[in-house]
Structures are given as structure tokens and as C-alpha cells.
């Protein structure tokens, strides 16, 4: 049986895998039904490598009506739960203070779309918390693709009337936590999925020599199948 750091909880966002629900703007060169297989499939890796850790894994779902379909699409093994909050930041503040309230001391939280989450870049998250209250991980479009707290670091504050459609959701963010006097950890900047743009620049490093090897299975097969690879 796999042993797990009781210290640590690892929280995936996902979305229900919905045509028309998520990677709406990739539907325009996939389809809607293009655009939903690429979303599990990025999904399906970023769950691949937290899974390989040794934390427990919490998966917290969009929304709320749609257990049955996230039930069936990621099985039995994962301890579902679903977001609760009237945008991100609230959903991301209770999934996180639920966590800590279960005794968790070091939380990473991360979305479910980013090709470039791996492995390291979540021990280095866990590392970073033992001697900073936060750590970040910036993507490129201006907003985050991980946020980790020790527990008794979370503060409503880092997350209350954000502009989350903005590009300067990471710099908003960055400024709650100076106000505090305090100095998250930052991890390397990564590319999300959201645009054409975005498809086209993970083709090309999947078909470079180095481009992700050994990982993003899920992806390269689906990207080969709809004809992207």
C-alpha cells in the first residue's frame, strides 16, 4: 500500500468534461468535441503526475450538478469534492481552508490544463513552504497555475475581488501579500492552454526532440488522433 506525508495535500481544479463547458476557446480549431478531449487529456497528465507523489490528492469539481460525470470520468480512486463560492477565488479559499481544517500543513493547489506541471515542479512548491507562509506559480497570460499555503497561512484576503479575467491576476495577487508583509515563493513561469496559440506552441515542443519526454501521454495521443501532431 502507498504511503502518503500526512503533512501534505495536493488540490486539482477541474471542470466537468462538458462539450461546450470547458476549453471553450479552442473549440473554433478543434470543435467542441476536439476541445473537450484535449481538456481531459491535459487533465488526465496533470492527475498522472500529482498521483505519482507521495500526498494525498483532493480533486475539487466545477460545478456542482455534474458529480455523476467527473464520478465517471476519474473513477473511485480520488476523494471528490465540490467548489463552493461565487468565483475562483472564493472556490480556491474553501477548497484550501477545508483542507487545512482536516490537518493538512503544507497545501499546493493547482488547475488541471497546464502542460508543464510536473513532478519537480510540485516538490519545489512543497520545498519552497517550509520556510515561506505561500508560494506561487505564474503563468504566462498573467494569471497562476499553483498556489500553495502553509495552513495556518491562508487569508481570505489573497483571494477576495480579484479581477480573475484580467492579465494581472498573479501582479493583484502579489500585492494582498505585501500589504501582509510577506513574500510568497515564486516557481517558474508556465504556459496554460486557453488559446490557438497556446495549441500550436505545445505541438511544436511535442514534436521537438526534448519536448516533455515521457510525459503528457494522455495529450500527445489525443493531439495525434485529432490530427494536431
Given amino acids: 500500500m502507498k504511503k502518503f506525508n500526512p503533512q501534505r495535500c495536493i488540490i486539482v481544479f477541474v471542470k466537468a468534461p462538458v462539450e461546450g463547458l470547458v476549453k471553450t476557446r479552442l473549440a473554433g480549431c478543434l470543435g467542441a468535441r476536439g476541445a473537450l478531449l484535449l481538456y481531459r487529456a491535459l487533465a488526465d497528465d496533470v492527475l498522472a503526475a500529482v498521483c505519482a507523489m507521495d500526498c494525498q490528492v483532493r480533486v475539487f469539481y466545477y460545478p456542482a450538478n455534474h458529480q455523476d460525470i467527473v464520478r465517471g470520468w476519474l473513477g473511485d ?12 477565488g472564493e472556490r480556491m479559499h474553501h477548497a484550501l481552508c477545508c483542507t487545512a481544517a482536516d490537518g493538512f500543513e503544507r497545501i499546493v493547489l493547482v488547475g488541471s490544463d497546464i502542460p508543464g506541471i510536473d513532478e519537480q515542479i510540485i516538490k519545489n512548491a512543497f520545498t519552497a513552504l ?57 516557481l517558474p513561469v508556465l504556459s496554460d492552454m486557453d488559446t490557438p496559440e497556446d495549441l500550436r506552441a505545445l505541438a511544436v515542443q511535442l514534436a521537438g526532440a526534448g519536448g516533455f519526454q515521457g510525459r503528457l501521454l494522455h495529450t500527445r495521443e489525443v493531439l495525434e488522433k485529432i490530427n494536431i501532431l
Avoid: C, H, N
Fill in 77 to 88: 480512486d480520488l476523494p471528490l469534492y465540490v467548489q463552493q463560492g461565487a468565483d475562483l
Fill in 130 to 186: 517550509a520556510t515561506r507562509p505561500a508560494v506561487f506559480g505564474p503563468a504566462k497570460d498573467g494569471g497562476y497555475y499553483l498556489a500553495g499555503f502553509k495552513s495556518g497561512a491562508i487569508f481570505p484576503q489573497a483571494f477576495a475581488a480579484i479581477d480573475w479575467g484580467s492579465s494581472d491576476v498573479f501582479e493583484q495577487t502579489m500585492k494582498r501579500f505585501e500589504k501582509k508583509g510577506q513574500t510568497p515563493a515564486v
